[in-house]
């Protein structure tokens, strides 16, 4: 190889991979492949609300009982926190465009505390919800009502697998935010190269849908009438 | 070999900003509707909102607006996908306690 060519072949940014032609291309199979892995995780969580749907459409009042037993102003305050990290995770993603390096790992940090926050309050709202006697299991009961309690138990059931996939995907995303404060404090991001930023915030924004549905679903159900099912 | 201009959006801060008074009005208003009695109409209300407030993270905080045709089609293809499964599974199952007496 001739001197010429040796640079030419090198002179390609250092993220750029071999099977990619440019930045370009390779940042939009990069932004692809994330929306595809992200279609397979709405129909996981889809699958487990439509089962949701039916019960609730059997047992509306063991629902509206539910979520009577939850923590109304914790869940929305929790919304609201993860509203806060879905901004300051797009404006790391911005600040890694007009290669801003310290304003990217202060928004990636600032996010990281958010998705803590969040994390400590869930765990407040299951220690009391452990301690109400409101999780399900042979010794489950409601004594106001115990011919609801079954239904309320699979209410619960859900409330604590619903919630607890969806704390599951934040604490992978606590930690995948640790690993790219390192990458962004090291300088691996740029105007020419953010997109594993950009995927980053991707899965961060699409864990915010997830409760933003979650939050309506199970803290906030109205007993309508209550001559169903 | 032909530069693949990236074109990068960048999207104004004032963007991001209005979006974020969105959400949070929306996530409030959820909350206020939610605490009066509307029947019926309480579930639906609280599904537009929720699904108005999606719509705006999609669009704007994950860059869908701006992002290439061929994303837009594994995005669409994925709610289309979920309505399927919705709406097949619950032409079962909530059809099956009709009473034929």
């Known amino acids: 190889m001739t001197v010429a060519a040796e640079q030419e072949a090198h002179a390609h940014h250092p993220a750029l991979q071999h099977h990619f032609e440019d930045l370009g291309q390779q940042h939009e199979a990069s932004i692809l492949g994330m929306w595809m892995f992200l279609a397979t995780e709405i129909l996981f969580f889809g699958g487990i609300l439509c089962a949701y749907w039916i019960y609730r459409a059997l047992y509306p009042e063991a629902w509206a009982l539910g979520a009577a037993q939850q923590n109304t102003l914790a869940g929305g305050i929790n919304t609201l926190v993860l509203i806060i990290s879905s901004l300051t995770m797009a404006l790391a993603v911005r600040n890694a465009q007009v290669a801003n390096r310290r304003a990217t790992v202060a928004m990636l940090v600032a996010t990281l505390i958010f998705g803590c926050v969040f994390l400590a309050i869930k765990t407040y709202e299951y220690n009391a919800h452990w301690h109400e006697g409101l999780f399900p299991g042979e010794h489950f009961t409601w004594h106001e009502n115990p011919e609801l309690a079954p239904k309320l138990e699979l209410f619960m059931v859900f409330y604590w697998g619903m919630t607890g996939l969806h704390a599951l995907h934040m604490v992978i995303g606590v930690g995948l935010l640790l690993w790219f404060i390192w990458r962004a404090w090291r300088g691996d991001f740029g105007p020419e190269y953010y997109s594993p930023v950009e995927v980053m915030g991707l899965y961060w924004h699409f864990v915010d849908i997830i409760w933003i549905f979650l939050f309506p679903f199970l803290y906030l159900i109205h007993q309508v009438g209550g001559h169903h099912g | ?101």
Do not use: C, Q
């Not at chain 2, 929306?26 to 509307?38: E, H, M, P, Q, V």
């Open chain 2, 1 to 101: 070999m032909v530069e693949h201009a990236p074109e990068h959006h960048i999207t104004p801060l004032p963007v991001y900003f209005a979006v974020f008074a969105a959400l949070v009005i929306g996530t409030l208003l959820t909350w206020y509707a939610s605490t009066i009695n509307l029947g019926w109409a309480n579930t639906p209300i609280a599904l537009v909102i929720a699904t108005i407030k999606a719509v705006l993270v999609i669009l704007f905080f994950m860059h869908l607006k701006y992002s290439t045709r061929l994303t837009w089609v594994v995005v669409i293809a994925a709610f289309l996908w979920l309505a399927m499964l919705f709406v097949l599974t619950f032409s079962d199952y909530l059809t099956r306690y009709w009473s034929i007496y």
